[in-house]
């Protein structure tokens, strides 16, 4: 993801505020990530991990297997997030409350 999009922009930003945190923040993409997995994870200091899908904004698309990813993590009791702009500091004080 190009940081001159506006979702790529957004996620560098994002990120960004999380690693002064102390999260480490690391993208998930390549052999053997399924498809639709989220894009991001981020190790929490405390030892939790969060995943991320980062969207340019609430009416962006969804690949298919995305919003199923998202279900099975969150059924699976993993935090899993979309972050898009209009929801950052909603998803960023759940993260905070983490810490």
């Known amino acids: 993801m190009s940081s001159s999009t506006p979702e790529g922009n957004f996620k560098k930003s994002f990120c ?10 690391f993208q998930n993409q390549g052999v053997g990530v399924p498809r639709g ?16 899908e980062f969207k340019a904004s609430k009416r962006a698309k969804f690949q298919p297997l995305q919003k199923e990813w998202n279900k099975k993590l969150l059924d699976r ?16 004080n759940e993260i905070k409350r983490l810490l």
């Open 16 to 25: 960004s505020k999380l690693r002064k945190l102390g999260c480490t923040v």
């Open 77 to 92: 009791q993993y935090f899993a997030f979309i972050a898009y702009p209009e929801n950052e500091d909603e998803v960023m």
């Open 37 to 52: 997995f989220p894009d991001t994870s981020v190790l929490l200091p405390e030892g939790l991990t969060i995943y991320i």
